[in-house]
């Protein structure tokens, strides 16, 4: 049985968290190190450019790993996108593979592993729930998982990836270029990143109007 703890005990305890910067800082403040991150959106909502986004600032610390099961490493979008966002100034840190379930529990336990993963999507990843919850939660706890999933209007578009939003720490929706954050850990602006300006503003009139 384990034992209980008290008030000191539980303050006592040492808590990672990633250094975040500037916009990142102030939607989601410092994240915890080993938490789960679900990010949904509808296509051409700007949800692959947030989640590359995300992908660099962990990057800037942290040897993250890119699973884009959904486009592939040779799919001219992804590729785009890796040089349209920069993510030569993370070169050193920033890895991508199209890993299979199979393949990447078999990475995962290799000497240095990444300390982030992203897996995008889930429905390309995930065949069921308990799958999803051996490998983010019982297995490799102190990995970050940034897990990518589609929408049915404001909602996850099926019961595993509904399954996967109500587990995870940090729920983002993504919609016009604009990621809001409904987790547990909002910043100072209210958890509001704006991921592509000129687009988020072009819509944001066009609705206004």
Same mark, same amino acid.
């Given at each position: *049985?384990?034992?209980?703890?008290?008030?000191?005990?539980i303050?006592n305890?040492?808590?990672?968290?990633?250094?975040?910067?500037?916009q990142?800082?102030?939607?989601?403040?410092?994240p915890?190190?080993?938490?789960?991150?679900?990010?949904?959106?509808?296509?051409?909502?700007?949800?692959?450019?947030?989640? *590359?986004?995300?992908?660099?600032q962990?990057?800037?610390?942290e040897?993250?790993?890119?699973?884009?099961l959904?486009?592939?490493v040779?799919?001219?979008d992804?590729?785009?996108?890796?040089?349209?966002?920069?993510m030569?100034?993370?070169k050193?840190?920033?890895f991508a593979?199209?890993?299979?379930?199979?393949?990447?529990?078999?990475?995962?336990?290799k000497?240095?592993?990444?300390?982030?993963?992203?897996?995008d999507?889930?429905?390309?990843?995930?065949?069921?729930?308990?799958?999803?919850?051996?490998l983010c939660?019982?297995?490799?706890?102190?990995?970050?998982?940034?897990?990518t999933?589609?929408?049915?209007?404001?909602?996850?578009?099926?019961q595993?990836?509904?399954?996967?939003?109500?587990d995870?720490?940090?729920?983002?929706?993504?919609?016009?270029?604009?990621a809001k954050?409904?987790g547990?850990t909002?910043?100072?602006?209210?958890?509001?990143?704006?991921?592509?300006?000129?687009?988020?503003e072009?819509?944001?009139?066009?609705?206004?109007?």
């Open positions: *049985m384990k034992k209980v703890l008290g008030v000191g005990n303050t305890q040492k808590i990672r968290r990633i250094k975040f910067n500037n990142f800082y102030d939607a989601f403040k410092n915890q190190e080993g938490i789960v991150w679900f990010v949904w959106g509808n296509s051409g909502s700007g949800k692959s450019s947030f989640t *590359m986004q995300l992908a660099k962990y990057a800037k610390s040897k993250t790993l890119y699973a884009p959904e486009e592939g040779d799919n001219a992804f590729i785009e996108r890796v040089e349209y966002l920069e030569i100034d993370v050193s840190n920033f593979q199209e890993y299979k379930y199979e393949e990447l529990e078999e990475y995962l336990e000497r240095n592993p990444p300390k982030v993963v992203v897996i999507s889930a429905k390309y990843f995930f065949k069921t729930f308990q799958q999803y919850k051996d939660r019982n297995k490799n706890k102190a990995t970050t998982f940034i897990i999933g589609h929408a049915e209007g404001n909602h996850p578009s099926s595993l990836e509904k399954d996967i939003k109500y995870a720490n940090q729920k983002v929706f993504v919609s016009g270029y604009l954050c409904q547990r909002v910043g100072p602006n209210g958890g509001d990143f704006i991921i592509y300006k000129d687009g988020y072009k819509l944001k009139g066009s609705i206004q109007k």
